[in-house]
């Protein structure tokens, strides 16, 4: 099968499992973060639309990768106030982020270890915890 028909298939395929309806915007918006493991950010997802010749405005764009990370279909990674970015790659996963070149890397789970969690508030549970180890170029 033609790789790119493949790809629309299994995106929205994806799309369906996980209870939303696979419309043009989202397959479109699908295709480019689904088709390996990978990290972009909205305005990246925005740029690659742009550069395919497809317009579809930043507020979809937004829309979109917000609903993509309430269902599960991506994990939402916020390296801070003003960077978050839509992770492919669902399992639990620690990151490394390169502040001078903005690149945000996959840290192998069995390559850290967290220790010492420090008693949690009463009546509260870890929902989450992933590490964002920011890194500079020396
Ligand atoms: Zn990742």
Redesign the pocket.
């Known amino acids: 099968m033609d790789d790119v028909i493949e790809l629309k298939t299994k995106v929205q395929e994806k799309i369906k499992l996980y209870g939303l309806r696979p419309t043009r915007a989202r397959t479109r918006i699908g295709m480019i973060l689904l088709d390996k ?1 990978k ?1 972009l950010s909205a305005e990246q997802v925005h740029e690659k639309l742009k550069q395919k010749g497809y317009s579809i405005s930043k507020a979809t764009v937004y829309n979109t990768l917000n609903a993509f990370a309430e269902y599960g279909i991506v ?1 939402e ?1 916020t390296v801070d106030p003003s960077r978050t970015y839509y ?1 492919s ?1 669902t399992t639990p ?1 620690h ?1 490394f982020f390169n502040i001078d070149t903005g690149q ?3 840290i192998a789970s069995d390559d850290m270890n967290v220790e010492n969690i420090p008693r949690l508030p009463d009546n509260t549970q870890i929902q989450d915890l992933e590490i964002v180890v920011k890194i500079s170029n020396k």
């Open positions: 493991p990290h994990n990674v992770d790659t996963h990151h945000l890397q996959d």
